[in-house]
């Protein structure tokens, strides 16, 4: 079964500066979906980023782009220019496009200081 | 167009109690789904549906859970006799017939006291 690991509970990072949030994959599977989901306090969760694993290209959405490492089965969140707003909860997540669920990680919440 | 609806937002309940969650999808979608997070876990998958059939209830702990989808529109899961260990925030999600990631409600949170 897939499992998806976010190795950091915690994270923070001063507003402008730029953060990476670390989530590692397990999956015997060669097609696959990777996201990174944001659910800020009291508020839904958000749909950050995409990426297909065919896709060689990393995906990248204004300030955030993620590092996808196929043969390592990583898949980093590079937040650049940390506002405020950017505070939250991230929870990477895995999906097997022969099935409908999704695996989450454990999430890494972001803490942004001004 | 509306997002994912959840309601209540919050319920605390005494354990052997019933709470009945809800979930309003966004109109047109005919996959939901819920899920679970524990707190400080992952969150995991409880069930799928399409319109008002159950794809996949899977990840359902155990028959103390019923999940229903009244005419493929809004859902709702109800746990009877909740248990302490029943915690957690209820997460429901929706989407189109794609692959392009879930639109997920705000969730409930769930005490069981």
């Known amino acids: 079964a897939q499992t998806v690991t976010q190795s950091q509970p915690e994270m923070s990072v001063q507003e402008a500066e730029t953060v990476t949030l670390s989530c590692t994959y397990d999956t015997s599977e060669s097609d696959y979906y990777l996201f990174w989901y944001k659910q800020p306090p009291s508020r839904q969760m958000i749909l950050v980023i995409r990426?297909?694993?065919?896709?060689?290209q990393n995906a990248t959405e204004n300030r955030f782009s993620v590092n996808f490492q196929k043969a390592a089965k990583s898949f980093s969140l590079k937040i650049s220019d940390s506002q405020l707003g950017d505070a939250a909860m991230y929870f990477c997540a895995y999906r097997s496009p022969s099935r409908e669920d999704m695996r989450f990680g454990a999430g890494t919440r972001l803490t942004v200081k001004p | 167009e509306a997002g994912v609806t959840q309601f209540p937002s919050h319920s605390v309940i005494e354990k052997g109690q019933t709470v009945t969650l809800r979930c309003d999808p966004i109109?047109?979608?005919?996959?939901l789904y819920w899920y679970r997070r524990v707190m400080g876990k992952e969150i995991k998958f409880l069930l799928h549906f399409v319109k008002e059939s159950k794809q996949d209830e899977s990840g359902m702990p155990n028959n103390r859970f019923l999940a229903e989808r009244t005419g493929g529109t809004y859902s709702t899961l109800k746990v009877q006799p909740a248990e302490l260990e029943d915690s957690g925030v209820y997460f429901c999600?929706?989407?189109?017939?794609?692959?392009?990631?879930?639109?997920f409600g705000s969730g409930t949170r769930l005490t069981v006291v």
């Open positions: 990426q297909e694993a065919y896709k060689q």
């Open positions: 999600a929706s989407s189109r017939q794609d692959h392009y990631g879930y639109t």
């Open positions: 109109s047109g979608h005919d996959n």
